[in-house]
């Protein structure tokens, strides 16, 4: 049923949004390979998968940080794959300090990349789907976009944000067979973590292992991080028939998080 549609995946060069992908590619779904890797890196990226999975695939570097960049990215994206059908909401970036000192740029970057690129797609893929009637917008959000953690006050302003943005878009679009809905994953094992790991390693003067076990198990029931596969086959159940009356729902994948 998903064979031949196109999907767009923000941040789709590394961690969730490249496992996701990878999901999606296998269901011979065409892709929009998006993130911060060069034309070079990443047009070579795209010629992997279209090989391996028989898939059309191009790649775009558009800074999420730049509103008339995602405009120029995702009508490229129209224009060159004819229509987008799944749009999945991925780059994100974390800064972790507290509030009284939290550098204004990072705040303003996080809003941006977190947030509101998801706004400027969103607003660029919709017509099309109106037209064909169909459409799935799927936006990775976070634990944080239900619940708090000290030191991460842009993060979690801009999850709790991109949860309200999906319900409104999933609201508005209920009777177009557009569904629009938020994943929150607890820990997953992605380069976007090993900082967090990295910075408690060295405050408790523990190897890199343990500080990872120990950041989960502070706040998951379940001591595994998740793997970025389990979020994208997540992704896929959420374009899948069986999920046509899921919308406007914020999902975890959280070990338990957000169950204490
Ligand atoms: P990652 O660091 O592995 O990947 C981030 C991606 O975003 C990369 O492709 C990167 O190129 C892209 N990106 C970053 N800044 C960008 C910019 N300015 N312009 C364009 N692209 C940019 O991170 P990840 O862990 O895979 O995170 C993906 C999403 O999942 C994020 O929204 C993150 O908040 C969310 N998430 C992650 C975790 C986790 O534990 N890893 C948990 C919950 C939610």
Not at 70 to 75: L, P, Q, R, V, Y
Not at 76 to 103: C, K, W
Not at 205 to 216: M, P, S
Request: aromatic share 6%.
């Amino acid at each position: 049923m998903l064979e031949g549609k196109t999907a767009v995946v923000t941040g789709s060069t590394s961690g969730i949004g490249l496992a996701t992908a990878e999901v999606l590619a296998e269901q011979g779904i065409n892709l929009v390979m998006h993130g911060l890797m060069s034309d070079e890196e990443g047009n070579a990226l795209v010629q992997s998968f279209a090989e391996k999975y028989r898939i059309k695939a191009i790649f775009d570097g558009a800074n999420l940080m730049d509103s008339e960049a995602i405009a120029t990215f995702m009508k490229r994206a129209i224009n060159e794959m004819g229509s987008i059908d799944i749009l999945v909401n991925n780059a994100g970036i974390q800064h972790t300090e507290r509030v009284e000192t939290f550098p204004i740029a990072k705040w303003d970057a996080i809003m941006s990349i977190n947030l509101s690129s998801a706004f400027h797609t969103i607003q660029q893929a919709l017509p099309d789907m109106q037209k064909n009637g169909w459409g799935r917008i799927i936006n990775i959000a976070s634990v944080h976009g239900l619940v708090a953690s000290v030191n991460k006050s842009a993060y979690c302003a801009a999850k709790h944000g991109i949860i309200g943005l999906t319900k409104v878009v999933a609201m508005e679009n209920a009777e177009l067979g557009i569904t629009a809905n938020a994943i929150c994953p607890g820990f997953v094992d992605t380069p976007l973590i090993t900082e967090q790991i990295q910075q408690m390693a060295d405050r408790d003067g523990i190897d890199f292992a343990t500080a990872k076990r120990q950041l989960v198990i502070q706040k998951q029931s379940l001591p595994d991080m998740m793997e970025p596969r389990q979020i994208g086959e997540y992704v896929l159940f959420l374009c899948s028939s069986t999920a046509r009356m899921i919308t406007g729902a914020s999902l975890t994948m959280d070990g338990g998080w957000t169950a204490q």
